[in-house]
């Protein structure tokens, strides 16, 4: 190549261009008046133009195209002719007479094609002639396009088994013959592209190498189309001939692209029959060749294979298709001491890969995979290479994606041991990978065993890593993977209450590692699922003698007692009592007096020493009330010390309203329709008239500081309690009192000083229709109601 800069390339091939379109132009005279003599004449000064060497093997391509399109009119005159009557055997002589050897033979393949078609001498015999004829050119470029054009007017006119052109019982041998011996010598003159010209241009005519290479690579696919070529001489003959050259042209850029045309055109029962040679020629490779990927393609076509029939997996039990696999790899990586980490990986995962699809049963063959893996990445420490951990999540991801069972994942001894090799954003990544997998196929972890070993593995979700690395965490992102958590804690059952225990406690262990800010996130769903199972056991127990049934669930309130204190270094004193307070529930509900009390006494523990935000105060009393209410296992002198608690705190509120309506629910402390011991309907008079009392003085305290008087709302809030005890027939709510508050507050409605209120309005309004509407039942309802007085009122 004379390389002088792209604006004289163009040039030339432009120059190139206009003299074989001028040429062509009196060819097709010549043939359009039958004129043989200058048909050729012409035709060979136009292909004179293909002699050059100026261009690159791009702009070549372009003249050559031109040049083919051309030679295709001239064959079909060619074809005419010997119709016409002119020997095609002399046809065949007179082109050799060409002055310039290029044209010549392009000329003789052209002529040659329509000899063949005539069938007056065998296909072979030309075939054969024509093959030995190019080895006249060994320009590299010249030389490649005109095999090039060989090979294409020749591959519908092969000697195969089947074709109009067959010849003896060896035919196959020769229409395989004649492919093998063009495809090694385009090899040949492919390679030697590569040590013609300067040092300097090396990237260059790899460059140019590259994009002829599917010229030398159409000769295999050629090969492969041969119906003739069975198993057996596909194995004794074309695998060896076309390794042969593969290896001995020892050149990096031919044996990759070469390999890899192969393993992608020839059968893949041919590919597994022939393993052992596939893999033997791989070590004699250049070591410059990216031989990780042709191993690769090679292990994804037999696991696709694999993967077609179960009926095919025999002949890879019959030929040790993983032993000599990796076998192979390791010859390979031990040869090639530089392949870089990602490389190794990438080679494992894909044995790992045919392995799940060949031998899914073989645990001890992906383990074996894996332990190789580690075993290569020894010392090497937390791999830093992006495309490496990369291959590593890819390798453990494939057998979750098989199995669909984290337990057979975890019994895979190495699989831990090549997670410490990742980052810890990679770890992470792999952890999420591990759960979604739980989550997805919704896998139930049955045993503290399996528990130590999954959290060990999904570790970087459950830990701090570090500050920086926090920092770098998106809020929204850390908050999904704390769900995942969370949903994966609840995949946590085994009905034996023991080893339900240890299970707890091992998570225990693993999320107090956590940190202050992944405890609020982790803590709860243990607790709830660890309450579920209490009152699963509880319903299982009720048969059982007393001691017995309460000894378990007592071992697991301990624990959730110890865990719940963690949160105390957070602190989150809102979440801690709101689980104390769940506890106490469901320790009501499995008859654990002393326990239920604990619990309670820890959540008023809390509510008096860390609770200081109003707006916390209010709803936590609110829990403690509602809560309260539900628990029935108290006896009187304990439920009164926590009753009387739940009162004095409702009343110390910060805010009137807030005190006005904690208070006025305390009242259902006292009267719980389903447990005839809690009924004491002085005691909820009395919270309704503190109540009251309390709403008045908000009144008074808004009159004082406004001008007016405020809403009336509190007022018609407590009324509907007084309804509501007075339909439960509770005795000292009585009529009396009713028509009180309900005069009081149309006279406060009525007031000028009350500040207006729609909502108050309403609700009044829905609240007299309920009255009247329960006088309208008639019956024993009706008469209890018919008494109170009321009339809408209209502002």
């Known amino acids: 190549m004379i390389p002088n800069g792209v604006e004289d390339e163009e040039k030339w091939l432009a120059a190139g261009i206009a003299g074989l379109q001028q040429n062509a132009f009196y060819m097709h005279r010549a043939l359009d008046s039958s004129n043989l003599k200058d048909a050729l004449k012409y035709s060979a000064q136009m292909l004179s133009e293909l002699r050059t060497s100026k261009l690159s093997p791009h702009k070549y391509y372009e003249l050559y195209m031109r040049a083919f399109d051309e030679l295709r009119k001239l064959e079909i005159f060619f074809k005419e002719e010997s119709k016409r009557g002119c020997s095609i055997v002399d046809l065949y002589e007179l082109v050799q007479h060409a002055g310039n050897i290029l044209p010549r033979l392009y000329l003789l393949c052209t002529v040659g094609s329509v000899y063949i078609k005539s069938k007056e001498a065998p296909a072979k015999d030309i075939l054969k002639d024509l093959v030995e004829m190019c080895r006249s050119i060994q320009h590299p470029l010249r030389g490649l396009f005109l095999r090039s054009y060989l090979s294409q007017v020749s591959r519908d006119k092969l000697p195969d088994i089947g074709s109009e052109y067959e010849g003896d019982a060896d035919t196959a041998m020769d229409a395989v013959e004649f492919v093998l011996q063009n495809f090694t010598e385009m090899n040949k003159l492919w390679v030697r592209m590569q040590h013609q010209g300067p040092a300097r241009e090396k990237e260059k005519r790899e460059k140019e190498r590259s994009e002829l290479r599917d010229l030398v690579g159409k000769n295999l696919h050629v090969l492969s189309q041969i119906e003739g070529i069975d198993l057996d001489l596909y194995k004794d003959m074309v695998l060896p001939r076309v390794l042969e050259q593969v290896v001995n042209c020892k050149d990096e850029i031919a044996q990759g692209y070469l390999m890899d045309c192969i393993i992608q055109v020839f059968p893949d029962e041919y590919h597994l029959q022939t393993l052992e040679t596939l893999l033997d020629a791989c070590p004699q490779f250049q070591p410059s060749v990216d031989i990780k990927t042709v191993l690769a393609r090679l292990m994804e076509r037999l696991s696709n294979y694999a993967a077609l029939s179960a009926e095919v997996l025999p002949e890879f039990f019959q030929v040790e298709a993983f032993t000599k696999l990796n076998n192979a790899i390791g010859k390979v990586i031990e040869t090639q001491e530089d392949m870089p980490i990602a490389g190794v990986v990438t080679l494992y995962a894909s044995l790992l890969t045919f392995t799940l699809h060949v031998h899914p049963d073989r645990l001890d063959y992906v383990d074996q995979i ?69 989550l997805k196929n919704k896998t139930c972890i049955s045993t503290a065993e399996k528990v130590e070993a999954l959290f060990e593995l999904m570790k970087a979700l459950i830990r701090d890593l570090g500050e920086d690395v926090n920092d770098e965490l998106d809020e929204d992102d850390f908050k999904e993977e704390q769900n995942s958590v969370a949903r994966l804690i609840q995949m946590l059952h085994n009905d034996d209450p023991e080893e339900m225990l240890k299970m707890i406690c091992a998570v225990h262990k693993h999320i107090l590692t956590g940190g202050p800010k992944r405890l609020p996130c982790t803590i709860p769903p243990l607790i709830f699922n660890s309450l579920k199972f209490v009152r699963q056991l509880h319903s299982h127990d009720e048969n059982a003698p007393e001691d017995e049934a309460s000894a378990m669930p007592e071992k697991f309130f301990q624990i959730l007692n110890q865990i719940i204190e963690a949160l105390s270094i957070v602190p989150v004193p809102e979440l801690a009592l709101k689980l104390y307070l769940e506890c106490a529930e469901a320790a009501n509900d499995s008859g654990l007096e002393p326990v239920a009390y604990e619990f309670f006494t820890q959540a008023y523990m809390l509510y008096e020493e860390e609770i200081s935000d109003s707006k ?178 209209i502002k």
């Open 370 to 438: 894996l332990g190789a893996c580690v075993q290569k990445l020894s010392g090497k420490g937390k791999l830093k290479d992006n495309k490496a951990t990369k291959q590593i999540v890819a390798l453990l991801s494939a057998p979750l994606g098989k199995y669909k069972d984290i337990d057979t994942v975890l019994k895979l001894s190495n699989y831990p041991h090549l997670m410490e090799y990742l980052d810890d954003a990679t770890s992470k990544v792999m952890a999420n990978v591990l759960v979604q997998n739980i």
């Open 616 to 793: 916390a105060q209010v709803t936590a009393i609110h829990l403690i009330i509602g809560t309260l209410q539900r628990t029935h296992i108290f006896g009187v002198e304990n439920r009164d010390t926590l009753t009387h608690k739940a009162t004095g705190y409702s009343a110390k509120l910060l805010k009137k309203p807030d005190q006005c309506r904690a208070v006025y629910a305390c009242s259902h402390l006292f009267w719980v329709d389903d447990q005839d011991n809690i009924k004491d309907g002085e005691r909820v008079l009395l919270c309704l008239k503190r109540a009251l009392r309390i709403a008045n003085a908000a009144q008074q305290m808004s009159t004082a500081t406004r001008g007016s008087s405020g809403s009336v709302l509190l007022f018609i809030e407590i009324l509907n309690k007084y309804l509501y005890f007075f339909e439960k027939g509770v005795s000292q709510i009585n009529v009396a009192s009713i028509q009180s508050l309900i005069e009081l507050i149309t006279t406060e409605m009525q007031s000028e000083n009350t500040t207006a209120d729609p909502a108050a309005d309403t609700y009044f309004a829905s609240t007299l229709r309920y009255i009247q509407f329960q006088k309208d039942k008639g019956g024993a309802v009706g008469e209890k109601f018919e008494p109170i007085r009321h009339q809408v009122i």
